[in-house]
């Protein structure tokens, strides 16, 4: 029953930890299945080969112990007949198949157990696979989202920290905000500005022109009085 020995690790096996090992839970789960199955096929297979042995070990002893309570009855109906040496004859062969009802015995319980526990193992199987499929979507969708997610860590990192360039950029604006303002401040003084040359003559101008003459100031001077 090396085949036993084979499948009993199936029975302690713990899918969710070999997923947690994984590096790759959306193959391991694939790769997970394609075991499983192909491990159900062999254990059915087995399976069935342990169950045949019992129900042959079963006929077997059924077969022996039918045959040894046969024995029984023939002994005791050729005492009542008075035949004690049939009688003796009887127990006898029934005595020698004591010895092989005790093997027979002995061969069906091993054989019940290694059916018990070959039925055990494909029950499991059968559920594990189950579950599996029922979670498969599941799982893999969750581990498109962490991809995505490892993918956006990774291209954030790449770009590295901005803040550097972005106090650069602030003091370049800086500068051209200030050499503006002076652009617009000599625009503003330019043309306030006056030439002196220009106020000279402007000045001229007026010195130029003639001062009142007497005989004005004399008339006006007269009407003020009411002359």
Known sequence: ????????????????????????PEKMIDQCLRDLESDLVKVK???????AEE????????ECNAEMDKLQQYAEK??????EG??????????????KQATFQQAYDLASANSIKMRQMHDKLVRDISDLNSR???????????????????????IGDTSGSMAAFNRMEAKADAMLDRAN???????????????????????????????????????SLGM
Do not use: C, H, W
């Open 1 to 24: 029953m090396g085949v036993l020995k084979r499948f009993t690790d199936i029975m302690s096996a713990n899918i969710n930890a070999l997923l947690d090992k994984a590096e790759d």
């Open 78 to 83: 050729a005492l009542l007949a008075g035949n």
């Open 55 to 62: 129900s042959r070990t079963k006929r077997q002893l059924d």
């Open 86 to 99: 049939d009688a003796r004859k009887f127990l006898e062969e029934k005595a020698r198949l004591t010895s």
């Open 136 to 158: 498969k979507a599941q799982i893999k969708a969750k581990v498109q989202m962490a991809k995505a997610q490892e993918r956006m860590n990774k291209m954030s990192s790449s």
């Open 185 to 223: 401040a000599e625009t503003i003084l330019n043309q306030g500005s006056t030439d002196p040359d220009d106020i000279s003559k402007l000045s001229a101008k007026y010195d130029a022109v003639a001062s009142p003459s007497v005989e004005d100031e004399l008339a006006a001077l007269k009407s």
């Open 45 to 51: 297979k087995e399976t069935a080969s342990v169950m």
